[in-house]
């Protein structure tokens, strides 16, 4: 007897499930590539399933408790992953049909040897939600999209009013914004881009893969969110003046450093990470030094005029592209980063110059990584002392500094008010005074 062909649209539902059953799991969420699906518009689907589900993590959850009376099957492979896609499809993308959502279920499973026995029961709670997909739909606010204790966080540091906002930008996702190698017009015009501050600009519409857009083999650009791009142009140093990049990769910072006209050494823990800035500074035509060690203990053979750490941290403020840290991230988890950039901290004050400036950030939106470490700075580094930053040297930006001299974004701001929001980054400048 000749074998059945799996169905149309299959493979990507396989795929795209054991992607979101990894990410569930804790893993780092990264898009799809062509060595996951070959063709384009089956990764593009899959994604596009894949980012909603985890989108909309908060309001499937609710779902969930209704649909599952008695919780979650336990040990059973595959299927939490793929009732969550179908969930996603039937209620957030009613576009791609129902029934396919339905039928796609069942036969996923029916491929998993560990969950193909509750084929039933997946098509029974997907039925029931089709039948309620309407109400599913209308239900749900901010405080079911983000955790709730996330939401009281945020609303105690950033106020109510800025929730929305934050909610919005969650469903959204983030656009894509570029930095500058070549800052022309008639490169902004050709990538169809505007302006946001400085030499950052923002990708109207991306039908097209980022290797595809003018200039990219060229390097007459990188990708670089507009809040990431502000750290590295705080500086204040002449040209040729001693720079280190620590956790440099993959090398946006790296990039802008040596584009002022820095030397520049771009220090990283990860090999890999590391061999991706290699590619993306020889892709741009900068040739800076690299370095492959830990940021807490690494020293420079002369102290240096500056250095720019960009911690490790939550990453709480990159939700609009990685969503599942909302539900990852634990005081605990924030607690523990705060101690390791402490020690970042600290040892990179001791390869200062007399003089040298210190740039702390983080792309976090949490209070610990970013304020408070401000006030352990000043309370047990005596070789520092804040250097406040200015509103006018973030043009389109002064409301994100603060009355001490602070800068912190969020997903609710934007460049002069342009459409897209932006990470939540913290910045922090310092001087060392002897």
């Not at 015009?189 to 039908?207: F, G, K, M, P, Q």
């Not at 690494?298 to 840290?325: K, M, N, W």
């Not at 200015?390 to 459409?419: C, D, F, I, K, Y």
Request: charged residues 25%.
């Amino acid at each position: 007897m000749a074998h059945k062909p799996d169905p149309a649209g299959l493979k990507l539902r396989l795929v795209a499930a054991q992607k979101l059953k990894s990410v569930l799991a804790g893993e780092h969420f990264a898009p799809l590539t062509a060595a996951d699906l070959n063709d384009g518009r089956d990764r593009a689907l899959a994604n596009r399933l894949i980012t909603t589900a985890l989108r909309r993590q908060g309001q499937i959850n609710l779902m969930l408790a209704e649909l599952l009376e008695k919780g979650m099957p336990p040990r059973s492979g595959t299927f939490e992953a793929v009732l969550r896609l179908a969930l996603a499809q039937l209620v957030y993308l009613p576009d791609l049909g129902a029934h396919s959502a339905l039928f796609l279920a069942v036969e996923a499973l029916k491929r998993d040897s560990k969950a193909r026995h509750l084929t039933g029961l997946m098509n029974a709670v997907l039925r029931k939600a089709q039948a309620n997909s309407a109400r599913y739909a209308l239900d749900g606010d901010d405080l079911d999209l983000i955790p709730e204790t996330l939401f009281g966080r945020w609303a105690t540091a950033y106020g109510d009013e800025a929730m929305p906002a934050f909610a919005e930008a969650l469903i959204t996702g983030a656009p894509l914004d570029l930095t500058l190698r070549d800052d022309s017009d008639q490169l902004v015009d050709a990538l169809n881009a505007e302006r946001l501050n400085a030499d950052s600009v923002r990708v109207e519409s991306r039908d097209r893969p980022v290797e595809a857009l003018v200039g990219y083999d060229e390097g007459k650009w990188w990708v670089q969110d507009a809040a990431s791009a502000l750290p590295a142009r705080l500086f204040k140093l002449n040209v040729g003046s001693t720079v280190i990049d620590l956790c440099a990769a993959p090398g946006g910072k790296t990039a802008q450093l040596s584009k002022a006209g820095y030397k520049v050494t771009a220090l990283d823990s990860d090999g890999k990470r590391l061999e991706r800035l290699k590619s993306n500074m020889l892709r741009l035509g900068y040739a800076p030094e690299v370095i492959e060690g830990d940021a807490t203990t690494y020293q420079p053979a002369e102290p240096v005029d500056g250095i720019l750490l960009d911690a490790p941290c939550s990453a709480t403020g990159t939700f609009r592209r990685h969503p599942e840290v909302l539900w990852s991230r634990t005081l605990a988890d924030i607690a523990g980063r705060k101690r390791l950039q402490q020690a970042m901290i600290k040892n990179a004050v001791a390869a200062l110059k007399p003089n040298g400036t210190l740039i702390y950030c983080v792309c976090s939106l949490e209070p610990e990584e970013g304020e408070e470490q401000v006030d352990w700075i000043k309370a047990n580094l005596k070789t520092v002392t804040l250097d406040p930053i200015l509103a006018e040297e973030v043009p389109g930006l002064e409301a994100a500094v603060s009355a001490a001299g602070l800068l912190r974004t969020h997903p609710g701001m934007s460049p002069n008010q342009l459409a897209g929001g932006m990470d939540g980054f913290f910045v922090a400048r310092f001087r060392r005074t002897g």
